[in-house]
């Protein structure tokens, strides 16, 4: 039977410890485990490769994102560096020119140096993407909604252009969570997330993850995970479980502060511009109805006539709202994209896709709504 969403975040690979009947996941601490004779093991011969504790996990991210199956990382950026070593010298890949700084780093700064040729491209646009295509793509890699813009790539449009082209196509979910999104539906191969985020939830924890369902893409994939070992301990994979255990609500109380701090800002006289993909006018508004269940809780501003001394100063005046990179936690953050998260990528090329200077990304967290907003009226004031 297909359990619904919050019952798979709950149950989903974590079954009551069958020695003991400890109901919640036991960490296990061990980096290695007894065999009967040399290769009679009972599934698990070295942490590096599989731990039981990361297996539930992994499990259970399958689970959220309807994928048959799932490897845990050290971080996000180990999760894409996996996916990124499946590619040989002379490989091209087709990614969006507003995506996490980390992301565009790895791409312009480690991987080319191997040979390997990356197209930036607004992913917003399907025809973009296929414009880009030739006999040596080899991965599509988009993000949607992007970091800090908010802007939204057609899952389903991209991934029928790359079925026919017979291209990899893996999409950074970080942003909407599987409780908004699942790539795997609308026709990705691959779903990447940062687990930092959403989906830890409390900000104690960086770890990255794939999701997919071709069992050769997962054998490739593993292939490499255990290879390369960018494998993530029991102990983070415990406090995982925990957090994606209230993953739906937190994601409802995150999607509705959002919501309320998008509209309260919209009207706010201080701001010129708000990115927020629940607004009618935002140009992917209907691609976001259409691929998402509501709208999440990232939230991005232009100050109006503001320098970036006085942006600084707005960024470094809150009481509930933190400065601090990250998003997704319960609390409440504000991030400066230009000096902070996206500091990696050239002034041109930020500035191009609307990360100026006097943009604010706002991770809208789950305190109670009155205080966020007094919060933002008195930092503006
Ligand atoms: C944070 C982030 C990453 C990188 O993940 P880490 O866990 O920090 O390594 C990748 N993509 C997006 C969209 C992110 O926000």
Same mark, same amino acid.
């Given at each position: 039977m297909e359990y619904k969403f919050a019952t798979k975040a709950i149950h989903a690979g974590q079954k009551s410890d069958p020695t003991t009947g400890a109901v919640m996941t036991p960490i296990y601490q061990t980096s290695t485990y007894q065999?009967?004779?040399?290769?009679?093991?009972?599934?698990?011969?070295?942490?590096?490769?599989?731990?039981? %504790?990361?297996?539930?996990?992994?499990?259970? !991210? +399958?689970?959220? @994102?309807?994928?048959?199956?799932?490897?845990?990382? #050290?971080?996000?950026?180990?999760?894409t560096e996996t996916v990124l070593k499946l590619l040989r010298p002379g490989d091209e890949v087709i990614t969006g020119d507003d995506l996490y700084g980390g992301s565009y780093r790895i791409f312009t700064k480690v991987f080319a140096h191997y040979g390997?040729?990356?197209?930036?491209?607004?992913?917003?646009?399907?025809?973009?993407?296929?414009?880009?295509?030739?006999?040596?793509?080899?991965?599509?890699?988009?993000? %949607?909604?992007?970091?800090?813009?908010?802007? !939204? +790539?057609?899952? @389903?449009?991209?991934?029928?252009?790359?079925?026919? #082209?017979?291209?990899?196509?893996?999409v950074d979910n970080t942003f909407a969570s599987p409780y908004l999104q699942n790539p795997l539906d609308l026709g990705a191969d691959i779903v990447m997330h940062s687990v930092t985020k959403y989906?830890?939830?409390?900000?104690?924890?960086?770890?990255?993850?794939?999701?997919?369902?071709?069992?050769?893409?997962?054998?490739?994939?593993?292939?490499?995970?255990?290879?390369?070992?960018?494998?993530?301990?029991?102990?983070?994979?415990?406090?995982?479980?925990?957090?994606?255990?209230?993953?739906?609500?937190?994601?409802?109380?995150?999607?509705?502060?959002?919501?309320?701090v998008a509209e309260f800002l919209r009207k706010h006289?201080?701001?010129?511009?708000?990115?927020?993909?629940?607004?009618?006018?935002?140009?992917?508004?209907?691609?976001?109805?259409?691929?998402?269940?509501?709208?999440?809780?990232?939230?991005?501003?232009?100050?109006?006539?503001?320098?970036?001394?006085?942006t600084f100063r707005i960024a470094g005046s809150f009481k509930v709202f933190t400065l601090a990179e990250s998003l997704g936690g319960v609390e409440s953050l504000i991030n400066h994209p230009a000096t902070m998260t996206h500091g990696s990528i050239p002034k041109e090329a930020r500035e191009r896709v609307g990360v100026v200077d006097s943009l604010i990304r706002i991770s809208v967290g789950v305190e109670d709504i009155t205080d966020l907003l007094a919060d933002l009226e008195q930092a503006l004031a």
């Amino acid at each position: 039977m297909e359990y619904k969403f919050a019952t798979k975040a709950i149950h989903a690979g974590q079954k009551s410890d069958p020695t003991t009947g400890a109901v919640m996941t036991p960490i296990y601490q061990t980096s290695t485990y007894q065999q009967a004779a040399p290769g009679d093991h009972k599934g698990y011969e070295y942490s590096r490769g599989t731990n039981p %504790t990361r297996k539930a996990l992994e499990d259970c !991210l +399958a689970a959220l @994102e309807n994928g048959k199956h799932a490897l845990a990382f #050290a971080s996000g950026m180990a999760a894409t560096e996996t996916v990124l070593k499946l590619l040989r010298p002379g490989d091209e890949v087709i990614t969006g020119d507003d995506l996490y700084g980390g992301s565009y780093r790895i791409f312009t700064k480690v991987f080319a140096h191997y040979g390997i040729k990356f197209h930036f491209v607004n992913t917003s646009e399907p025809a973009a993407v296929q414009e880009k295509i030739n006999a040596n793509t080899r991965l599509i890699w988009v993000e %949607t909604p992007t970091n800090p813009t908010l802007k !939204l +790539a057609d899952i @389903e449009a991209i991934g029928r252009i790359a079925k026919t #082209a017979g291209v990899l196509f893996a999409v950074d979910n970080t942003f909407a969570s599987p409780y908004l999104q699942n790539p795997l539906d609308l026709g990705a191969d691959i779903v990447m997330h940062s687990v930092t985020k959403y989906i830890g939830g409390h900000s104690d924890v960086v770890m990255g993850a794939l999701v997919m369902n071709d069992k050769a893409l997962y054998d490739d994939l593993f292939f490499y995970y255990n290879a390369c070992g960018g494998t993530p301990g029991p102990q983070d994979a415990f406090l995982v479980l925990r957090g994606i255990k209230t993953l739906h609500l937190r994601m409802k109380a995150h999607c509705e502060n959002g919501r309320q701090v998008a509209e309260f800002l919209r009207k706010h006289p201080r701001i010129e511009q708000v990115y927020w993909p629940g607004f009618e006018d935002h140009p992917g508004h209907a691609v976001a109805k259409k691929q998402m269940r509501d709208f999440g809780g990232m939230v991005s501003v232009v100050l109006k006539d503001a320098s970036l001394a006085e942006t600084f100063r707005i960024a470094g005046s809150f009481k509930v709202f933190t400065l601090a990179e990250s998003l997704g936690g319960v609390e409440s953050l504000i991030n400066h994209p230009a000096t902070m998260t996206h500091g990696s990528i050239p002034k041109e090329a930020r500035e191009r896709v609307g990360v100026v200077d006097s943009l604010i990304r706002i991770s809208v967290g789950v305190e109670d709504i009155t205080d966020l907003l007094a919060d933002l009226e008195q930092a503006l004031a």
